[in-house]
């Protein structure tokens, strides 16, 4: 059974940081190119970021400079680390393992606010 448990996410002042954590399981991770995706409330989920197997990157245009992705491999885990926040970073942030097809988390919420 596939599973992706995204964790660290939660409340944060703007300017501030949050590091986001995917830990998979029931999959060969090493095989996978991993994405983080946000849904913001009322628009569709959009992509953020994403690492490839051999480690290359690709980011939003919205986030570049900001965030960063990056992969652990023996710990089968994707991290996003998320700096400078800003309000409309707020979302529910999810994890996406992609292959042949793409197995997704349950998403965890960041909230950007004063």
């Known amino acids: 059974q596939v599973q992706l448990v995204e964790s660290g996410g939660g409340l944060v002042q703007p300017g501030g940081s949050l590091r986001l954590s995917c830990a998979a399981s029931?999959?060969?991770?090493?095989?996978?190119?991993m994405r983080w995706y946000r849904q913001a409330p009322g628009k569709q989920r959009v992509l953020v970021a994403g690492?490839?197997?051999?480690?290359?990157?690709n980011y939003a245009d919205s986030v570049k400079g900001r965030f960063t992705i990056s992969r652990d491999n023996a710990k089968n885990t994707v991290y996003l680390q998320m700096n400078s926040l800003k309000p409309e970073d707020t979302a529910v942030y999810y994890c996406?393992?992609?292959?042949?097809?793409?197995?997704w988390g349950q998403g965890t919420q960041v909230t950007v606010s004063s």
């Open positions: 029931g999959i060969l991770f090493k095989i996978y190119a």
């Open positions: 996406s393992a992609l292959l042949r097809s793409a197995y």
């Open positions: 690492i490839t197997t051999d480690g290359s990157t």
